[in-house]
């Protein structure tokens, strides 16, 4: 049965526009078939905890011989890392908050990748190779080439590095962008780019969810 990953992260429970395209990608997922499955994670609703012990970044064998880890915090890694290794697609949430990660997100990816276990560090070990994960990322404000905050965006590259060069998952990446051009006045003039930049990814993401993992 096809399964879908799909994370979510933003702190806004009300009108996200991340969450607004995580749950079309899902819907859209879903109508491709009754075997089409979907498991949620929501890190903002439920947090998954700072990484406990730097240990848990290394597969049990590179550990520094003679420190425990604690066996709780290293159950919930391996919740998450199983959840990624059964999904067909991952589709996750990624809004810019302060030019980089929420905090949430970025500790899930401190529990999947570990060296030795999902990335390769002394063997070939990869599991995750070739799975698609989609990273919708929204911002307020606009990072593209010629923008005047181009250069800025910390949010997609990291994504980009830990789950693409290091995992080796298939990335594909779909933003909308100037979020706040409807509630700071003085974006106001950026408001027809927001509506065609959130159109546009509308359509991506109903185009992605139809065509991955087939
Ligand atoms: C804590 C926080 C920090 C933010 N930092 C930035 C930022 O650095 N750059 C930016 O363009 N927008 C920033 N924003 C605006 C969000 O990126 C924007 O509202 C986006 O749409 C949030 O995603 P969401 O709609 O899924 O919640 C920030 C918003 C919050 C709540």
Redesign the pocket.
């Known amino acids: 049965m096809p399964q879908l990953l799909q994370l979510d992260s ?3 429970r009300q ?7 995580t749950r079309l990608f899902a819907d859209t997922w879903r109508r491709r078939g009754p075997g089409y499955t979907v498991v949620e994670r929501d890190l903002h609703r439920d947090p998954v905890p700072h990484l406990a012990d730097a240990e848990l970044h290394y597969a049990p064998r590179l550990r520094v011989s003679g420190v425990a880890v604690d066996p709780a915090a290293e159950a919930v890694q391996t919740e998450l890392v199983a959840e990624v290794a059964v999904a067909d697609v991952v589709v996750i ?1 990624a ?6 990660l ?1 905090s949430t997100l970025k500790a899930w990816i401190d529990h999947v990748h570990v060296l030795g276990t999902t990335v390769p560090f002394d063997a070939p070990d990869q599991p995750f190779a070739g799975t698609p994960v989609v990273v919708i990322s ?6 593209g080439p010629g923008d005047p ?1 181009e250069g ?1 965006d910390h949010t997609v590259p990291p994504l980009q590095q830990v789950l693409g060069t290091s995992l080796g998952m298939d990335v594909t990446v779909v933003t ?2 100037y ?2 051009a409807s ?1 700071i006045p003085a974006l106001a003039p950026m408001n027809e780019r927001s509506t065609a930049s959130l159109d546009a990814a509308r359509e991506r993401v109903q185009r992605l969810a139809h065509d991955l993992g087939a």
């Open positions: 933003s702190a806004n009108t996200s526009v991340t969450r607004e395209l949430g809004p810019m908050y302060n030019w980089s929420p929204s911002r307020g404000l606009a990072y905050d800025l909308a962008e979020t706040l509630r």
